[in-house]
């Protein structure tokens, strides 16, 4: 069993930045990728990026790529998800999830946090 909470949300304008973070708990943790999804209210949950297990493999999807950076401190049981300059279309709810796999398919993640919520003001 691995338990998730992220952290970090809030309300910042356009162009600004935040820095989410992902307590990662429980058995076996630090095998696990982590992956961060977001849910806009109305639209599907959306794959953000992904990091294995030990951080040789880091992925984004295309419309953050330049902008959030995802990195992870085993030591700290920490995965961290750093988002500059937000668009109004970042706001949604930001989700960390853990799989044993390398994937982006939301099904294939085992457990996941509560989310915490990013708005993003024009």
């Known amino acids: 069993q691995v338990q998730l909470a992220e952290s970090g949300g809030g309300v910042v304008q356009a162009g600004g930045s935040l820095r989410l973070s992902c307590a990662v708990s429980g058995r076996t943790r630090s095998t696990y990728a982590i992956g961060w999804f977001r849910q806009a209210p109305g639209k599907e949950r959306e794959f953000v990026g992904g990091?294995?297990?030990?951080?040789?493999?880091?992925t984004y999807t295309d419309s953050v790529k330049g902008r959030f950076t995802i990195s992870r401190e085993n030591s700290k049981n920490t995965v961290s998800l750093q988002l500059n300059n937000l668009r109004p279309e970042d706001t949604a709810i930001y989700y960390c999830?853990?799989?044993?796999?390398?994937?982006?398919?939301?099904?294939?993640?085992?457990?996941w946090g509560q989310g915490t919520q990013v708005t993003v003001s024009s």
């Open positions: 999830a853990a799989t044993t796999e390398w994937t982006i398919t939301a099904r294939e993640y085992d457990y």
């Open positions: 990091i294995s297990w030990n951080g040789g493999l880091i």
